[in-house]
């Protein structure tokens, strides 16, 4: 379809889908913006401009896509219900110290979530287990989930693979527990329930987004039959639940769309010590006029937070939904501009 006319009046990044169907068939328009911060020191947020909008997820490992875990999620899903809380990074101490376990600690707003990073250890046998080593010293650990408790033999066997659902792309989920012998072990864990051994089964352990194929998103995805392809197809399924289209890990969602102003502080995440500020507070009209100079507001929802604190930056992404006539030439453009805060 012609792409969304728009009239913007904002240094934000901002995009518009072309218009496509609603769950009942109705027109609308996705508007997207979208503006990029780093942190100082002093926790002072500055904009730095030049956000990027991605229409497709970005992997940890381009080169692997089916076996890698979501770095960036897509910006481009209809609508999220409240607000995913990303955060994209390494653990590390102040300075980049050395250690054998470097604890993080991340609180954003009503979000308060702790993980465990440790340094390289291996699966060795011990009274009948399969139990880790002690880790080695290391200066930082990747937080991915590639290095939490996790798996999938699916590549080789996909008619009955042995995976963790959570978390298909983990460590430690094997069919046969002798394939463990000398193998890296996890590296990323939840200081409440550590491994002890190979028969341990925790929830696995991250804060990046999680895969549209994983343990919960998938359940959210509706019924995909031969009913849903004859009947509605390209609609969503009629049990589609739009928790979907949340990518964080449902531990990172907001129970209400954040508004700006929450706290966020993270620790051992930067070599500079711990990260923190407040989310910024902004505001945006973004309305819809027609041929008769009609104006109606869509208020956009600020429905995904990134952080990246070992760089010290932060996206903030806010959107609307906002419905289109069907006759072609109703309107004449989507107005966006920034709001004064009262």
Not at 203 to 218: E, M, N, Q, S
């Amino acid at each position: 379809m012609d792409p969304i006319a728009l009239s913007c009046a904002t240094s934000a990044t901002v995009e518009a889908t072309p218009a496509y169907h609603d769950r009942d068939g109705s027109l609308i328009g996705i508007v997207l913006i979208k503006e990029k911060f780093s942190v100082d020191r002093a926790g002072r947020v500055l904009r730095i401009g030049e956000a990027v909008i991605r229409g497709s997820d970005e992997w940890f490992d381009p080169s692997a896509p089916a076996t890698s875990s979501i770095k960036y999620p897509s910006d481009v899903v209809q609508s999220k219900p409240s607000t995913d809380v990303l955060v994209v990074g390494e653990a590390m101490l102040p300075y980049r110290q050395p250690a054998k376990r470097i604890d993080v600690e991340v609180r954003v707003g009503s979000i308060h979530k702790r993980l465990a990073a440790f340094g390289p250890r291996a699966w060795f046998r011990s009274s009948g287990t399969y139990k880790l080593s002690d880790p080695a010293e290391t200066e930082s650990v990747g937080v991915m989930w590639e290095g939490a408790w996790g798996g999938s033999d699916y590549e080789t066997d996909p008619e009955a693979p042995v995976e963790e659902p959570r978390n298909p792309n983990g460590r430690g989920v094997v069919r046969d527990e002798t394939a463990l012998e000398g193998t890296l072990g996890p590296s990323i864990e939840d200081p409440s329930d550590l491994i002890r051994n190979h028969r341990s089964t925790p929830a696995p352990a991250g804060l990046t987004a999680i895969g549209r194929h994983w343990v919960p998103r998938r359940t959210y995805g509706g019924t995909i039959d031969d009913d849903w392809m004859t009947e509605r197809m390209p609609l969503p399924p009629l049990d589609f639940d739009p928790r979907f289209n949340q990518a964080a890990p449902p531990d990172q969602i907001t129970s209400e769309p954040m508004k700006g102003g929450e706290p966020v502080e993270i620790v051992n995440m930067s070599e500079l010590g711990p990260v923190r500020f407040r989310v910024p507070k902004l505001r945006f009209f973004v309305g819809l006029e027609t041929r008769l100079g009609v104006m109606t507001e869509f208020p956009p929802q600020l429905d995904t937070l990134l952080i990246e604190p070992t760089a010290r930056t932060l996206d903030m992404t806010w959107r609307s939904v906002v419905p289109l006539p069907r006759r072609a030439g109703a309107y004449r453009h989507v107005q966006i501009h920034e709001k004064e805060l009262i």
